[in-house]
Each structure stands twice: as C-alpha cells, then as structure tokens.
C-alpha cells in the first residue's frame, strides 16, 4: 500500500509499504483517509477496515488475476487537503476509483473535484443529506442521519416511549452535528408531532457545559436528542447526568460507536440511538467484527467493536471489487479512463451483499442501507428494533 501524507505546503512524502507484496499490473483505488486531524478517532480506525478487506481480497487471488492495490493520501480530516487527495490520485498515479473522503465537510469539496475528474469517489462516512444530489460520480455507502433518525422516532412511537416533549444539544463546530442539530432534528420532531425547545449549541473545546445544559435540565424534557460525535456528545450526555437529567437521551448515528460504552460510562444508561451496522445481524458481519478488534489492538487502537464507518469502509472495497470483476476492468494504462467510466456504470445496476446487509443497491448516488435502534441497558450495546433498507 502506498501512503501519500500531506507536509507543509503541499508537499507530499511517499512511503511505500512492502508487506503486501504488490507487483506492477495491479488495480489501484485511491483511499482518502483521516489518519491525522480532528476527526482521527473514528477515521484512523476504518484504514484498518480497508486494510482488511484487501488482505482478503488479495489472498483469495484478486479480481480477475490481478491484485488490489490502495493508495492512500491523509486529508488531515481537512476539506482542502481532501480535496488535494483526490486531485493528485487521480492526476499523478492513475487510480480508478477512490474510497473516501470520511466526513461531510470534505465530500462536500472533494466530490466538486470527483465530477471535474470523471471519477468515482465512494464516501465511507458522510451522512448529511443530500451531499450526492445532481452528481454523476460522487457516491456513498453510507445511509443519512435524516433517514436514519426519523427510524428511530419511528420506533419510539411503534413502542409508545415518552415523546411530547425533547431539547436539542448540538455540537456547533462539527459541520454535521450543526446541520443534525440546528435543521433536522427539529424538521423531523416536527413531523412527528413533538414538540422542542431551541436547539442549544455547544462547542468541542468547551471544559463547561453547566450553563448550557441547566435549562434543559430544568425543563425536564422526555428526551434530550444530542447531535454529537461520540467524544463530545459523551461531555454533553454526562453533564445532563450530573445535574440530574432523568428522561432518555437519544440520538441518529453520529455518536453510534461501541467506544462510547467507554466515553459514556455509567452515565449512558437508558441513550438510545441509530447504528449503521450491528455486529450480530449476521455470521460474516460477527466475522468481521471479531478481525477487526484484533488487528485494531494491533495497531494500538482501541476498539470495543466496529463502528458503522468501519463496516462501510470494508463493504466499500469490496463493492469496488465486485463491481470491477463484473465489469472486466482491465487496470491497463492506457485504458483508465474507459476503467472509470465502466466502474461508474456498474454502480447503476449493482446487486451487493456485504457485512452491511444482503442485496443492497443504490438510489440515486446513495446506497440504501439498513437501520438498528441501539438502547444501552446494564451497561451494554443493546438490540431494539431494526428496519430493513428501503427499496431503490
């Protein structure tokens, strides 16, 4: 695996990663990856995902005779440097297909160089919605934090939970908690006929969340939803604990990590929450769990169980993998523009079953993926409802 890092200025250092044994002729897809930045927490564990995936894929004789090959640029978890990614993938080494980038604010730019450059770029994370609307390349195995929260109010109101009343906290500074907090949950409360409060926005490096958090408390709402990834949506579900918050804490996928057993302690009893991916919807899905836990402790990363990005990062190699044998594609130089093309036009029509789910398919330019309502009860990641995928 090649691994193009990002220094000063632009300038990149390439590293070359003997272990695979990689030799000329192979099929290349680019990876956008966060190993560094903001959002390294949940990002750096999916290059593991990706990593697996092509192990497997290599050692099971590639596609069609020919090896998989990732090379992998670091965007810093930086919409520019995203974008930088994808320019120099495509332009200096050739790659058909690209993985990635992990977060909505850099798919958002880096899928405008996607369209310029007639390239698939398959996003393994972003979930806000309608990042792919009107785009004829830039795609997403990922399923959308409006969809996947209206499941959850769903549920809440098959099992007849208390709801006449919710607050919003939100992280201000994370592109999609903003779009989560200040615009769909309310839509989507609204719609349901709850009532809430005004969203209260709260910033990643806030130490006191007591004077934000003491009127929700105060109002004593049935329900908190926390739009939040899982570090700073811990910091907000334990300051409602501490000053006494009694109802339910809920939320869509952000913060859907098995890590936040961790972050949110005994605090976190009763938070209930979308996941993208549940480990014991199926054997293979158990299977990848199981790996990636270990090859996360390997490399020094501390992994209770896969998050739903993980999942995703994996299907997507494989889905590229599928999709490339289905349609011969050669990985020839002088044929990587017609390689591109053909891979783009075998997403239109593909049937794919994965760890995500079985026979999963696109609408539009975003996969239609299932949805689990995650409770944690005695301190555990707990099943309690689940809704298939729409149909495309």
Known sequence: MKILKPVVWGVLALFLSVSGGIAEGTLKIGHIAGRTGWLKGPALSATVAVDIAVAEINAAGGINGKMLEIIEFDSGSDPKQAALAAKTLVQDHDVLAIIGPFSS???????NV???EKIVMMSNASSAPG???????AWRITEDEGKQFARLLTTFKKLDYPRDSVDIVYVSDEAISAVVGE??????LKKFGINHGTPVAITYKSFDLAPQIAPIVANNPDMVAV???PENASKTIRELKRQGYKGRMIGSQIFADPNILELFGDMAEGTTFMAGFHADSSPKASAFNKKFVK???AKGINKLGAHHSDAQSYDAVYLYAQVMKEQNVSGDKDKVVEDRLAIKEGLKSVNFSGILGDN????GNDAELPGYVIQIKNGKWTLLDSHKPDPC
């Open 105 to 111: 604010g850099e798919a958002q730019v880096a899928f």
């Open 114 to 116: 996607a369209e310029r």
């Open 131 to 137: 990042l792919t609307d009107g785009k004829e390349w």
């Open 183 to 188: 615009k769909l949950y309310p839509f989507l």
């Open 227 to 229: 739009a939040g990834l």
């Open 295 to 297: 090859e996360t402790k």
């Open 360 to 363: 999963l398919c696109f609408a």
